[in-house]
């Protein structure tokens, strides 16, 4: 939905005058800069990079806070990004003055909701180069859209004996659905192997790609390694012998420029709480002519997954502030994060991949995952300590558990020497 301003109620209750549009760049100046307001990132903190950080971090409320009387370092990004306050002020306006249910009604508000409801999948296949608007559909988030096209797409084309390929470095949403869809149709699940750097190994992918081979369904970015999946040519590869491919894009879209037409991914699909936007909200994206033959997934009033309101203000923050210039940003960070983690005694990474996005995974041999966590929680530092829901990958790594930082637009050099600082006591603490 387009962002809108405040309904004037000047004329009386019932009498709507044209909303003025929300102003969405730049004016979240009510919160003071520097010490005080947004945890200072002066100095050495900024990143030599084309994007004002700095002014950036005054768009997320959050970042003002201190834990443990510490600034609040945040690089849980992986997991869930932190909201602007675009997102955050259009939320609560739309239920202030605009909530009504979607292709129902036939009042003001719902038809006003609707209309806005269809301009954010517009909003969404222009943001991801989608051919038609038609080819974007709404769910709850990434799970719940590999759990449709398993049931619709996989319940329809699958038969015993058919194959599906996935690969070892999956979350458990890009392997849960396929073990169950394998299970109800006697189909068999194949995965592709990696090396101990986080890599596919391409040669074994080709080898198992096969006439049995109904679909192969791959992330884009590991959630665990940060690793950057050669997507494109995987498709290719898969397509020429004319196999269908999913590509989780959760770790993705918020960091690179995803085009699904130069991918020729059959099924793309994300979730808006990795990307600034609010949790409960997910986008399938499927080639027209493979949704056209998936029956719909569940049974109901319109028939797909859909939340009762959308907003798609998260992508105009991303597009105002440039996917090029973020990805520059956390490349920085996660270079400079990287050099730093290797010179922490005893610390050893955990995935070296040659194409990285901004995350980077560690442990130290001795000191287990949550204990490495907590003394990182108590300087201020929110990241995530555990198997990432990567299960498998742990297994073929040799670990039961990383710690993993990953880095969002609003993340500073000197976020990175707060972590590693707090990192170097490890050792002292546990040794
Ligand atoms: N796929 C990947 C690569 C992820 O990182 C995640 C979440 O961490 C998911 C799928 C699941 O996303 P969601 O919980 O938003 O459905």
Redesign the pocket.
């Known amino acids: 939905m387009k962002a809108r301003g405040k309904m004037a109620h000047s004329k009386g209750e019932n009498e709507l005058t044209p909303p003025a549009p929300l102003r969405i760049r730049g004016e979240f100046s009510r919160y003071p800069r520097g010490v005080g307001g947004v945890n200072d990132v002066s100095g050495s903190a900024l990143c030599p990079s084309s994007l004002d950080v700095k002014r950036l971090r005054q768009d997320f409320p959050i970042l003002r806070q201190k834990i443990y009387g510490k600034p609040l370092v945040y690089l849980d990004n ?2 869930t990004t932190q909201k602007p306050l675009w997102v955050i002020d259009v939320l609560n306006q739309y239920y202030s003055d605009e909530n009504a249910n979607i292709h129902r009604g036939i009042h003001f508000l719902s038809e006003r909701a609707t209309q806005d409801y269809e301009a954010a999948r517009g909003k969404v296949q222009r943001f991801i180069h989608a051919k038609e608007v038609c080819e974007i559909v709404f769910v ?5 859209a ?1 759990n449709l096209v398993a049931q619709s797409f996989g319940r329809t084309f699958l038969k015993a004996g058919d194959e599906i390929l996935i690969s070892a470095m ?2 458990h ?2 392997i849960v659905p396929w073990q169950m869809l394998c299970e109800q149709m006697g189909a068999k699940l194949r995965v592709i192997p990696i090396n101990k750097k986080g890599e596919l190994l391409l040669e074994e992918y080709e080898r198992l790609l096969n006439a049995r081979t109904k679909l192969v369904s791959i ?1 884009h ?3 665990a390694l940060g690793t950057v999946n050669p997507v494109q040519k995987m498709i290719q590869m898969a397509h020429a012998k004319g196999i269908p491919v999913l590509v ?1 894009g ?2 993705a879209v918020a960091h690179l420029k995803v085009d699904v037409q130069v991918l020729d991914a059959d099924f793309y699909v994300f ?1 808006g ?2 990307i600034y936007g609010p949790t409960g909200i ?1 986008v399938l994206y499927g080639k027209k002519e493979r949704l056209e033959k998936m029956p719909p997934y569940q049974g109901g009033g319109d028939m797909i997954s859909r939340v009762t309101f959308e907003k798609t203000l998260y992508l105009d923050y991303i597009r105002s502030v440039g996917l090029e210039a973020i990805a520059v940003h956390e490349k920085d960070l996660v270079t400079y994060g990287v050099k730093l983690l290797l010179s922490v005694p005893t610390l050893r990474l955990v995935g070296e991949p040659s194409d990285r996005a901004g995350i980077v995974s560690f442990v130290f041999d001795l000191v287990h995952a949550h204990d490495v966590g907590t003394v990182l929680d108590r300087a201020g530092v929110a990241l995530r300590a555990g198997h ?2 990567t299960m498998p990958l742990m297994d073929f790594l040799g670990v039961p558990a990383t710690v993993r930082a990953s880095f969002a637009l609003y993340n500073t050099r000197s976020e990175i020497d707060v972590m590693v600082e707090a990192l170097g006591h490890v050792t002292e603490i546990f040794g």
């Not at 709850?140 to 719940?144: D, F, K």
Request: hydrophobic residues 25%.
């Open positions: 992986a997991a709850r988030g990434t799970t719940e590999i999956e979350h949403s890009n992330v970015v590991s959630n989780d959760a770790q979730s709480h990795k997910g990432h829901c």
